[in-house]
T-cell receptor, first 112, second 117 residues
């Protein structure tokens, strides 16, 4: 799996958009970008994933640059419950090596 | 659906003891896996299974055994517990292993917090 680089921590004001960056400069053509988050002491939770187009769901938006070397997860209106560690993961679509490889992630703290 | 369930939630062992961490899912998922998470670190893959009767090693398999006799259950066995195995253990499952779909979301259980003295 391609290596990802994320900032260690970020703060965001409640109600504002949280923009979490991720660099994955060695991503290959068949690898997707996945985002998971882990609220304290809980199991990780899937947020969103994408290949090359921007994606949006009820939780977040994912913006992937045209060269696919970086991406940004956007939480449009952060709440206190969005405080968590956010993991950016790059993995192949199929094949045996499809398990998730977690890095250290970004600790997002939403401030009241 | 209950999703992914893990038991026990907490466990304390003495060095050298053995035990089994239970994991079950009721979503008919093919793929199941075990991770460990040490304080301040990301998750590391221990073992995984792509279907009943098939298992394989992940990044940190030493000291652990798994088996997959049914689709629903994927127990993790600690053969002889060591203090280095003190960690939080997460089980996860996902639907597809054959690449039929790109929406291969993994669902995680609530974790088992293990302390080895």
């Amino acid at each position: 799996d391609a290596k990802t680089t994320q900032p260690t921590s970020m703060d965001c004001a409640e109600g504002r958009a949280a923009n979490l960056p991720c660099n994955h400069s060695t991503i290959s053509g068949n690898e997707y970008v996945y985002w998971y988050r882990q609220i304290h002491s809980q199991g990780p939770q899937y947020i969103i994933h994408g290949l090359k187009n921007n994606e949006t769901n009820e939780m977040a938006s994912l913006i992937i640059t045209e060269d696919r070397k970086s991406s940004t997860l956007i939480l449009p209106h952060a709440t206190l419950r969005d405080t968590a560690v956010y993991y950016c993961i790059v993995r192949p679509r199929s094949g045996s090596a499809r398990q998730l490889t977690f890095g250290s992630g970004t600790q997002l703290t939403v401030l009241p | 659906n209950a999703g992914v369930t893990q038991t026990p939630k907490f466990q304390v062992l003495k060095t050298g003891q053995s035990m089994t961490l239970q994991c079950a899912q009721d979503m008919n998922h093919e793929y199941m896996s075990w991770y460990r998470q040490d304080p301040g670190m990301g998750l590391r893959l221990i073992h995984y299974s792509v279907g009943a009767g098939i298992t394989d090693q992940g990044e940190v398999p030493n000291g652990y055994n798994v088996s997959r006799s049914t689709t629903e259950d994927f127990p993790l066995r600690l053969l002889s517990a060591a203090p280095s195995q003190t960690s939080v253990y997460f089980c996860a499952s996902s639907y597809s292993t054959s690449g039929r779909t790109s929406t291969d979301t993994q669902y995680f259980g609530p974790g088992t917090r293990l302390t080895v003295l």
